[in-house]
């Protein structure tokens, strides 16, 4: 069967993909099948170039077709902020918990209606010797004044999204799955997924 390694270590977006990727005919590994896999610094100032980094040094190590996901929180009332530097937003460590911590910090005081965000996923699909490929999806969404919900990750429960009057770490799985930037990417590498299998395999 064919194979592909997702160049990413969360397992919250590891996660995700075992289910997104259930109707595509592939087998799915990720970094945590390889303990022993650097971590791919993410010097760019895009989601592009920093998916773009992660999926090619994987591919080129292991020799194999890569996808690599940046994604982050993009807020409206904070100019964009966290967006490219979600990950280490409270700086340091990965830590949700401060990350949520010090958004909600800089938006005290900013009414519901000035709260718009939005999530990015761009995805970067990587083969030695083939220029790398590359889809996007977004979700809009609302910062809520706490955090709510436990499931999924990240900034999951401070995201309302008003289709569902619920954050994303109030909704299962599979709901998050039918709307979320994630996902919508995903939609998007299906569509020119006979291309991808074509070129890179
Ligand atoms: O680089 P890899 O190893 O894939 O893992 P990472 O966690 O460092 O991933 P990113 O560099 O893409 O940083 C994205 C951050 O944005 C946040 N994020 C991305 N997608 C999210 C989602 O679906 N729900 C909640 N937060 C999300 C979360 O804090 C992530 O750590
Ligand atoms: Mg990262």
Redesign the pocket.
């Known amino acids: 069967m064919k194979k592909i390694v997702i160049?990413?270590?969360?397992k919250?977006?590891i996660k995700?993909f075992e289910t997104l990727f259930q109707t595509f005919d592939v087998e799915i590994l990720s970094?945590l099948d390889f303990p022993e896999a650097v971590?791919?610094e993410?010097t760019g100032t895009t989601?592009e170039a920093?998916?773009r980094l992660?999926a090619e040094e994987i591919a080129r190590v292991y020799q194999c077709v890569a996808i690599?996901?940046?994604?982050?929180?993009v807020v409206d009332a904070l100019d964009g902020r966290?967006g490219?530097y979600?990950?280490?937003?409270a700086g340091g460590q990965?830590n949700?918990k401060e990350?949520i911590k010090k958004v909600l910090q800089e938006l005290e005081g900013v009414p519901a209606e000035q709260r718009t965000a939005h999530?990015t996923?761009v995805l970067a699909i990587s083969c030695p010797q083939r220029p790398t490929r590359f889809v996007s999806g977004e979700c809009q969404g609302i910062i809520t004044e706490k955090p709510s919900g436990s499931s999924?990750?990240?900034?999951?429960p401070i995201?309302y999204v008003p289709e569902y009057k619920k954050t994303?770490a109030e909704i299962s799985a599979e709901e998050?799955n039918e709307i979320?930037?994630?996902a919508q990417a995903m939609k998007k590498l299906k569509d020119i997924w006979p291309e991808i299998e074509k070129e890179f395999f």
Request: glycine share 10%; charged share 35%.
């Open positions: 160049a990413s270590k969360n919250g977006k995700e970094l971590d791919v993410e989601f920093n998916a992660k690599a996901d940046d994604s982050g929180l966290p490219v979600s990950a280490r937003f990965k949700d990350n999530f996923c999924g990750f990240g900034y999951d995201f994303f998050k979320s930037h994630r």
